[in-house]
């Protein structure tokens, strides 16, 4: 193991750092570091480290940019060749390293700041691509990283657990822009686009979003979570074996994830990614195994309504955020939906379609366009709450003159989204014209927030159990009229958890940590519909 030189952290006050003197000190000291970059000697280096670390130790809860810096200084220093699972070991050092440095820190810094051991961590992944495992070192550097990124989600977890709880500043900015930030620590990386290579599992639009200015903590830190999140699905699509159990395994994982996380700058990164031509994942996926993702994805994003997602649980959030994520969620189902058709996938279609409108968000589309708008008239509102009826009324108003969507982008794709679907603008009716059964709709998966704890965590996983069933008879049956509905049969489903990690444990060992998906997700068709009974 790297060792990280702990004297280093004693602390080194000084009275001269106060106030505006701090701030001066901090830039002098970026400034110091982005002119020799690429010619740090050891002594210069140590100079540096010391001067950061009375930086740190000045502050409780210490600038971003500070723990940023330095950490990349201490990360520099050390020491691992090119063995690959000394690297791995240096990268668990530099997580808790910075993890140390950011324990006074609130949430969305603390996840912010773990953006550097994201960059190196997808470094260690796409070794993994086409890796044989073939000896005792190769099998163990393969349990390492698992063990590493599934460490990293459980502090995301954890990180997301207090969120709602503090009164945080989620559109905090940062003092230096973020490319310089970024070059710190792309100084063995000389690549044209730094920005693109340093956040390699990020759409472009969203790099663009992180690289302009006015980026947010919050936006930063979803972005962290996304690439957490997209790595381990990575990985799961990297291992040997049936992509028809590994659909239903992680589809309930990435249910159980998106409820357990709670955080909508995450699920906004999402929305954007599945808003690209394909995901960011081409330097890991084959792209049979990216359209397979895609789809799991979808099924997350569009069938099931999640409780953070609720306006007054969105009270934290800018408009601009609030508004990018129900046009992401309109078009992306849109998409989804005319996906399904264009594959002869009639009845996913069907659900997804069912799903949107029998959720919130078409209610919650009207409101915000007619506050936008400035009236109360319903007349010209559509008649149906499909995506196609309110794609078209989106439309319609933007011809009008009224700007909607945010760019010309974004309208020329929903026109072009519009024109494509080969259905009307109504629901599409079930083919035994019956009533639209519970499975129909949608599932809830969470309720978190709105009763007390122990009886609202109860609440969760009974519902999530009834979503994964819902799921289940929606998607698998091939005639309608055999599903099943939601009755007394599903009150007794078991439960799914959501596990923790911790970063204390020993990431290559199964004992007392396991994967999320192996320890939470079934393995089988059977299996996806009685999840795991554990009690979190």
Known sequence: ??????????????????????????????????????????????????????????????????????????????????????????????????????????????????????????????????????????????????????????????????????????????????????NVWMWDNRVEDEMRAFFPLLSDETVERVNGEGCEMGALAGCVIAEAFLLKLCLRFMEVGSRKELHDELRAWIVASITGIRNAYFFETLLTMLLGPSLPTASLLNSDDERRLRKILYDAVVLVEYSFLKPERMGQLSAKHVKSIIMARLLVTGEAIELNRKQKDQMKAISYTNAFSGSSLPSLIIKWIRSEIGTEDKASEPSSSSPAALLGWILKIENGGIRIFDNNMSKTRAKLLLDSMTEGLEQPALKDGKKKSDTDLIFYIDNKGEEDEEEGDEKMNESASAAFVAAAHTMQSVEPEKRKRKGKDSEHKNRVKFLKYSIHENSGSKQGQSSVADSDDSSSESEAENPSTDEE
Request: glycine share 4%; with cysteine.
């Open 1 to 182: 193991m790297v060792s990280i030189p702990m004297e280093s952290l004693k602390p080194q006050f000084s009275n001269n750092l106060l106030g505006q003197n701090y701030e001066t000190a901090l830039n002098n000291q970026i400034q110091a570091v982005l002119d020799s970059l690429h010619e740090l000697n050891s002594e210069k280096l140590s100079s540096l480290s010391s001067n950061f670390n009375e930086l740190i130790q000045c502050r409780v809860d210490p600038p971003f940019e500070a723990v940023w810096v330095y950490s990349s200084l201490i990360y520099r220093s050390f020491s691992f060749e090119n063995d690959p699972l000394k690297r791995v070991a240096a990268i668990k050092d530099l997580f808790q390293f910075i993890v140390s440095c950011s324990a006074s820190c609130y949430s969305f810094k603390s996840v912010a700041l773990i953006a550097p051991v994201m960059y190196n961590v997808f470094k260690l992944v796409k070794g993994l691509k086409g890796f044989e495992q073939n000896g005792k070192k190769e099998k163990k550097f393969v349990r390492e990283v698992n063990g590493l990124v599934d460490s990293i989600l459980g502090y995301v977890n954890v990180c997301c657990e207090s969120v709602e709880e503090n009164n945080c500043d989620v559109s905090e900015g940062f003092v230096r822009p973020m490319r310089e930030l970024v």
